[in-house]
């Protein structure tokens, strides 16, 4: 136990009581709110060294890939770096996870990209919206809605935004110009200038592709460093690490180096970025009116405007975010609280937007970068927000050379990984019906975004209520029919439920007495009971009999609260079917506690 803990516990009285038992759940309740706390005290001098290469590691991947996602958010590159460091310093305090890094990503540029036109207003107060909600979650703990969300579903809608998004970069990695954002329009139009292709731009995005493909590969398979090798293998094996960790960076300098090689010559014959915004973005309130050449647009226009992107956004991003903590968390054998990482990325959004920023969350491929490098703390994040703005301060005169096609690369090369193939057949072998939401949600996403999410959701939904609705029903045929519900039972299961045992024994000839085993049933509605009232009712009009064997303390309480007339209840299967055979020497009993056993009558009193 940390030295502040102890001397917490010994600054008490010895008087009062469960007084240090208090401080230490306050305290617990304080370290949960503020996950520093719990770390902060047994930092030492190597966390540091591990948190500062991480750190440094990630600093060299997120810069690139932060001018690159602004192109995919459709705005200027220097939005994208805006974007990158508040969730960096905002996580170092209440993050619980050591590897999760915030920042802008693919997915979430583009869904920026989709809602909010290009205007870099409109994204500013996104992300605002967005944090603010998303705090709301954490504090109303509504982080179960996401559950909601199927795994088909969102392998789905990562799918068809590994699509969009890779395609949607090959017009800048082939130098065509004047293709929509549209994805239909936008693959017509990049077949149909096919012959536009600018060689100087084809060639440097497929030499940039192969670079950042090759070094990946080298990255995959550098064997790690054991102690035992010589220093010279070791510092060998360090420059390699590092190389293939930053191939971003390196890639993306390269490509900038041969474009200025060309500027110096007078002739340039790639399409560079361009002009990049210098300094440290202002701090200001979000914008909430936006004057265009047709007047101002009001706070509610804007909103209005936005439409499903204020749920969709802030739903994606909670889900990208969570799904990466606890990811990794499971790699790293510790546990992330979620309704804290909403407090987190929420927190980030609201402030992110104070700085231009538009919406972020947690990124895959730089939590895997961190995770590599041996973070140990959230503590790393403090060196990524610092190189990112130290580059915003001094480095942006240099962007003006990086060639689009590169920055095409590194796009396409971050997306790729998410195009999952082997879900296909993972789900094939495991439950083949779950392909319909997935197929449902990639097919749509590539109309409307939030119609792919919601027609998958919904798609998920009718199958989870029509397992509800019909539950499997196991009949066995013996002396007296007994029928078994797979499942629990609900209202909308009462009808089958009816059909089933009406067809099974009172339409026999001649009506046949049933048993319902209810051991796999945790609890039941009114409706449920209103249904089984009526059953009992058919059964006694038809002289047969239908007893309950199995019912659980739960359902025990609704039944005696409901008071139903002439139901049998039997502890043991046994028992019911002996009585049903011997009708004439046993008299039925109402469910009350003489019928109970004596345990559960406990149970039914505590």
Request: with cysteine; aromatic share 10%.
């Amino acid at each position: 136990m940390p030295s502040s803990v102890k001397a917490l516990g010994q600054a008490r009285p010895s008087g009062a009581g469960m007084a240090p038992q208090t401080r230490c759940c306050s305290l617990a309740a304080v370290q949960r709110r503020l996950p520093i706390l719990a770390w902060l005290p047994d930092y030492s001098l190597r966390w540091l060294k591990m948190d500062l290469v991480a750190g440094l590691s990630v600093g060299l991947t997120v810069v690139p890939q932060a001018l690159a996602y602004a192109e995919v958010a459709g705005l200027p590159p220097q939005y994208g770096l805006y974007s990158a460091f508040m969730g960096c310093f905002v996580y170092f305090f209440l993050g619980t996870s050591r590897d999760v890094t915030l920042g802008p990503t693919a997915i979430m540029s583009l869904l920026v990209s989709f809602y909010t036109f290009h205007e870099p207003a409109y994204a500013v107060l996104l992300a605002f919206l967005s944090g603010c909600i998303q705090l709301a979650m954490g504090f109303l703990h509504l982080g179960f809605l996401l559950d909601f969300i199927s795994y088909p579903v969102i392998k789905g809608f990562t799918s068809a935004a590994t699509v969009t998004i890779g395609f949607g970069q090959i017009k800048n990695l082939l130098g065509l110009q004047d293709i929509p954002r549209q994805f239909f329009l936008q693959v017509y139009q990049t077949f149909r200038k096919v012959g536009e292709i600018r060689a100087g731009d084809a060639v440097l995005g497929l030499v940039c592709v192969l670079l950042l493909l090759v070094l990946k590969l080298m990255r995959d398979h550098v064997p790690p460093v054991h102690p035992e090798m010589p220093p010279g293998v070791r510092l060998s094996h360090g420059l390699v690490w590092t190389a293939t960790t930053a191939r971003n960076a390196l890639v993306v300098s390269f490509a900038a180096l041969v474009a200025y090689s060309f500027e110096v010559t007078g002739y340039q014959p790639f399409i560079l970025t361009g002009q990049t915004a210098e300094g440290l973005p202002p701090v200001r309130i979000p914008p909430f009116s936006v004057t265009t050449a047709n007047g101002t647009v009001s706070f509610a226009e804007m909103v209005q405007d936005m439409g499903a992107g204020l749920a969709v956004v802030p739903l994606m991003g909670l889900l990208e975010s969570i799904a990466v903590a606890k990811s990794f968390a499971s790699q790293g054998g510790y546990r992330v609280d979620s309704n804290q990482e909403l407090l987190a990325i929420g927190l980030t959004n609201v402030l992110g937007s104070l700085v231009s920023s538009y919406p972020v969350t947690g990124s895959f491929g730089r939590t895997a970068v961190n995770a590599q490098s041996g973070v140990c703390t959230p503590a790393g994040g403090l060196v990524t927000g610092v190189l990112v703005l130290l580059s915003l301060n001094y480095l942006t005169s240099l962007f003006y050379y990086i060639p689009k096609s590169a920055l095409a690369a590194v796009i396409i090369m971050a997306v790729a990984p998410l195009f999952d193939t082997r879900v296909f057949g993972t789900l094939w072998r495991v439950k083949r019906l779950d392909l319909l939401p997935l197929c449902v949600t990639f097919l749509f996403c590539f109309w409307e975004v939030q119609y792919g999410i919601l027609a998958g959701t919904l798609v998920s939904v009718l199958i989870l209520l029509h397992s509800v609705a019909r539950p499997k029903m196991q009949v066995s045929e013996g002396p007296v029919l007994v029928l078994q519900p797979a499942s629990g039972l609900h209202f909308p299961a009462v009808e089958a439920l009816r059909e089933a045992i009406i067809t099974q024994a009172l339409e026999a000839s001649p009506p046949r007495s049933a048993i319902l085993e209810c051991s796999h049933v945790c609890s039941v509605d009114s409706t449920v009971v209103l249904g089984l009232e009526e059953l009992l009712e058919d059964f006694h009009r038809r002289g047969a009999t239908l007893a309950l064997v199995g019912l659980q303390v739960p359902v025990l309480r609704v039944l005696l609260s409901a008071d139903l007339k002439g139901v049998q209840y039997f502890s043991t299967l046994e028992e019911a079917e002996k009585s049903l055979l011997q009708e004439s020497g046993t008299q039925p009993y109402n469910v009350g506690e003489d019928s109970v056993p004596e345990h559960k009558v406990a149970l039914l009193k505590a």
